[in-house]
């Protein structure tokens, strides 16, 4: 036993002090993966963290999920409108996740006792996942209840820098000049554009906008979740590869590994 000892000890140390470090390593380069839920709602996650974006999933023909069944650790919101703001109380209730949103709009919720940060255009900020930019959306943002309309502030964008990544959901957005300096001032790995037209660009600007973006993958959103937005997103992409752009169409569901 006297002869073991020195083995022993020897194992305990190499285990208290070495195993954890290969394991901290292992976290560091833990895939990372976009999961799509229909219309402008996106699930991004690292292992650790669990970003919702515009949680619309209650009353959301295309949702794959149900609102009771995702945990996010942080939901990020556009706008005020329903198709975007959607179940985030009831989550943000239920799971404690922190909400970033524009300014009025945050102040509105932390209003209803949720945690909220409150953001703007051209602000960044870093969090424990990574950093957040508010980018302009030319839109509006409202909470209609009945004939009652409770302007929200301005919409916004977002810009999230995750592991060395960079992806961009425009929000609800007509096409602006201003998606040049976007594309200029940050290598996107991803954009999430809208291409349902009425509300938000059709195609043809999201095209244009995916031209001015130029990130290595674009993907639509925003289409099919009502007769007035039905578009054909495999046309989008087809265009997008004939202007040397890749692009990729994700089902409900459907989950995207941006790095493994
Ligand atoms: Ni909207
Ligand atoms: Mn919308």
């Not at 020195?6 to 285990?15: A, K």
């Not at 990372?32 to 650790?48: Q, R, V």
């Not at 009771?68 to 703001?85: F, Y």
């Not at 929200?152 to 999230?160: D, E, N, Q, R, S």
Request: proline share 6%; glycine share 10%.
């Amino acid at each position: 036993m006297g002869l073991l000892l020195p083995f022993y000890c020897c194992y305990l140390y190499l285990t208290s002090q070495y195993f954890p470090i290969i394991m901290w390593h292992k976290e560091v380069v833990i895939m990372l993966k976009l999961i799509f839920h229909g219309h402008a709602c996106f699930s991004i996650t690292d292992g650790t963290y669990n970003l919702i974006i515009d949680p619309f999933l209650k009353g959301n023909p295309l949702a794959d999920v149900q609102a009771q069944e995702v945990n996010p650790t942080h939901i990020l919101l556009t706008h005020g409108h329903a198709d975007h703001l959607g179940d985030a109380l009831e989550i943000a209730a239920r799971t404690a996740a922190l909400i970033i949103a524009p300014n009025e709009l945050a102040l509105y919720l932390g209003h209803k006792g949720v945690k909220t940060v409150a953001m703007h255009i051209g602000g960044s900020r870093r969090f424990p996942f990574g950093r957040i930019k508010l980018t302009p959306a030319w839109h509006s943002s409202a909470i209609i209840q009945g004939q009652e309309i409770i302007y929200t502030g301005a919409p916004c964008g977002y810009l999230i820098e995750i592991q060395d990544e960079t992806i961009y959901h425009a929000g609800d957005t007509g096409l602006f000049g201003d998606m040049q300096l976007i594309g200029a001032r940050s290598q996107l790995d991803l954009a999430l554009l809208p291409i349902g037209d009425n509300y938000v660009m059709g195609p043809e600007d999201a095209l244009i906008a995916a031209e001015m973006l130029g990130a290595k993958v674009t993907i639509p959103m925003h289409y099919d979740t009502f007769p007035l937005i039905e578009q054909d997103p495999y046309l989008f992409v087809d265009n997008l590869s004939k202007k040397g752009l890749k692009g990729q169409v994700l089902k409900p569901g459907q989950e995207y590994v941006i790095k493994d």
